[in-house]
């Protein structure tokens, strides 16, 4: 058995589909049902199900508004998972977490590796960079998986964003001057399926590891293939024009390099992801099929 907490966001949906798929055992805890910060209800949690691996998917994710709502960052993306490290610790039970791009400052020429020192430039970057360092202190037997750019069919994201935007208007102006790569949450889920064998407590794959999708783009990069995987099913051709970044300003800075060298996870479980215009395109275009209301209300990052 897998416990999710934060099953109901984009990861923890993706989970709950992938396990569904493979008749893995996993029981998805939403924010209303156990908040991670509740030390009590995270340690219940684990007493009732008994699982063999926890898997952290929930954290504040909202990047500009985590500017203003620090403490609530601050629960979400360092408290919460201390508690929840603890609790795995006092249980002996293995967890995943997950990271992000966020805790670099983007500076590097290349690729960032698990060992470059953190440098966030957000409040969501630094609330995450301290989380990651207080699972690593509560319990040793940890994978935090670094990814960037999430994506999915469920809740809030970019890609669903400029489907909606492309219904209505006839030009898209997007940030072109910062670098990362798409990453489906689907694909994040389904590893997460498959190292969670290799994750027995006796085991010795623990650490850090960096996990996204191969290659890279812009978000320019990024509107531009999803308009097009649309395109055939919408009829809609917006155009789509590069800006920088210092014309759409924001409140959170944002690394311009989110570029993230995942050689180490393949190298210790033995795969990695597919290019990131795969699942791109079949996302886009099984969104596009499905009724408008699916795009729901997104959010607008880097997107003017
Ligand atoms: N989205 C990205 O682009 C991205 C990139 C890199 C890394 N990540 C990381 O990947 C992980 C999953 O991201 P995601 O995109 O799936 O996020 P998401 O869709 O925003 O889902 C996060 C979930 O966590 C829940 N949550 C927040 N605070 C909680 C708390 N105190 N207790 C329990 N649940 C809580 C949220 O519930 P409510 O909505 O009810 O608060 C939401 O359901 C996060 O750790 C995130 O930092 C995301």
Known sequence: MIVVFGGNGQLGRELVRAAGERNVPLTALAHANVDIVDGAAVAAAIAHHRPLLVVNAAGYTRVDPAESNIAQAERGNTLGPATVAAACAEA????????????????????????????????????????????????????????AWLYSEFGENFLKTMLRLAATREELRVVADQHGSPTSARTLAEAILRI????????????????????????????????????????RHPGV???????????????????????????????????????????????????????????????A
């Open 92 to 147: 002996s039970v293995p967890l995943v977490h997950i990271s992000t791009d966020y805790v670099f400052d983007g500076g590097k020429l290349g690729a960032y590796v698990e060992t470059d020192p953190v440098r966030p430039l957000s409040v969501y970057g630094r609330t995450k960079a301290d989380g990651e360092e207080a699972v690593r202190s509560a319990q040793p037997h940890h994978v935090i998986l670094r990814t």
């Open 196 to 235: 969670a064998p290799r994750l027995r407590y006796e085991g010795d794959a623990w650490g850090t590891f960096h996990f996204t999708a191969d290659g890279v783009t812009t978000w320019h990069g990024f509107a531009s293939r999803v308009i097009a995987a649309a395109a055939p099913i919408t009829g």
């Open 241 to 303: 024009m590069a800006i920088a970044t210092a014309d759409y300003p924001t409140l959170a800075r944002r690394p311009s390099n989110s570029c993230l060298d995942c050689r180490l996870f393949a190298r210790t479980f033995g795969f990695s992801a597919p290019h990131w215009t795969l699942e791109v395109d079949r996302t886009a275009r099984t969104l596009a099929a499905a009724a408008p209301e699916s795009l729901g209300g997104a959010r607008a990052d880097r997107v």
